[in-house]
DNA sequence: AAATTTGTTAAATAATACTTGACAGAGCCG
DNA sequence: CGGCTCTGTCAAGTATTATTTAACAAATTT
């Protein structure tokens, strides 16, 4: 666990913040804060917190969690990957090449007229956002029901069970990123 | 840091996995494992992330780092916040409510006629996703370039130097999705 | 009902997170 | 120049805790 020392300095220096100065926020010692970034020591989940806190940012991109990813970050419109495992009426196409690096997945969902996602409420952690390019789409987040109409978006946690249906008579198509991927 | 165990016990359950059947993947004892999930205990960082390896998530989900987001979670089309700090001829809109929580940030850019990024190449820690709607943007990254047209979609690192620029003579529109939040 | 598997606990140890104090180098000001 | 304050780093020590071993009761399995 190098990388999250070298990730510390970098975005310290970013910040213009010396050691001590950081220290005063995380309330460790410059002394370690040092031993951190140059790979001597390794600290605990709630200092690393805290640093992290200190330096707005996270504990994933302090670790390097979704660092380098694809060499041909390029999808063209015309070149999407198809996902098998979509249902009836639903086609999902992925808007980047696949990579294991990835934070978000972005994906394309076509919604032929009423269809809808079978009733299967999704659990995972992580969160989703939902942008509407044409035709209407309701969503429904634990009880409460949201129709989105061109244009319109939404962002909640995946935790929550959701489903969504295309209420329009013509087919549907929204922008979905969900994170993290997994696809 | 509580949370992380309740997390990982979730999870372990969700794969169907049992305390023993995890701790033979991570490598340290089951009853260890036992006691961080009842907050008994709290792994190193190495351990935490062999952890979420072996149950396919990420650290950062594990910790719980982006959980529960904002109540109101719709923004309609007729009513997007318009950043201020944008540049000539760019127009950056939010497509969530401000919220602290967010693991993304969702935007719609657009540009006007020959717009572009004005040179500043922003570089800090995160992902980029970006779909063009309507028109034409080059995008720099390094020193490759890439035109992306109406339906075309890239996806990048943000610590790579990127500028963009709109090559037509009509508005641009953009999806631009970045991670993490920084607005 | 024996046997295996589940999660949990107590106690001990091995490891390491973290501090204190001191150091050399760099910039600054008189 | 000489003193002053700041920077980051290091060595050695202490205190904390990460982790293991072994044993346990409650479920499940056979």
């Known amino acids: 666990m190098k990388i999250v020392g070298v990730n510390i300095k970098r975005v310290r220096e970013d910040r213009g ?8 926020e995380v309330n460790v010692s410059a002394s370690f804060l040092s031993q951190i970034e140059t790979g001597k020591a390794s600290p605990s989940l709630v200092t690393l917190k805290s640093i992290a806190d200190a330096l707005s940012t996270t504990v994933g991109n302090l670790i390097g969690e979704g660092q380098k990813v694809s060499d ?6 015309s070149e999407r990957t198809r996902l098998q495992e979509a249902g009836k009426g639903v086609g999902i196409y992925l808007l980047t090449s696949q990579d294991a690096n990835k ?20 659990k995972h952690f992580g ?10 789409i309701e969503i429904t987040l634990n009880d409460s029901m949201y129709v989105l109409r061109k244009g319109d978006s939404i962002y909640f946690n ?4 959701h489903e ?3 209420i329009g008579n013509e087919e549907a198509e929204a922008i979905w990123v969900i994170t993290p991927p997994t696809f």
Not at 72 to 77: K, Y
Not at 127 to 136: D, N, R, S, T
């Open 17 to 24: 913040m010396t050691l001590r100065s950081l220290s005063r």
């Open 72 to 77: 041909n970050p390029i999808v063209r419109a």
């Open 103 to 122: 934070q978000m997945e972005p994906l394309l969902f076509k919604l032929s007229a009423k269809a809808n996602s079978g009733g299967v409420s999704y």
């Open 127 to 136: 969160q989703e956002f939902v942008l509407v390019l044409k035709g209407a």
């Open 158 to 161: 995946s935790n929550v069970p």
């Open 164 to 166: 969504f249906r295309n």
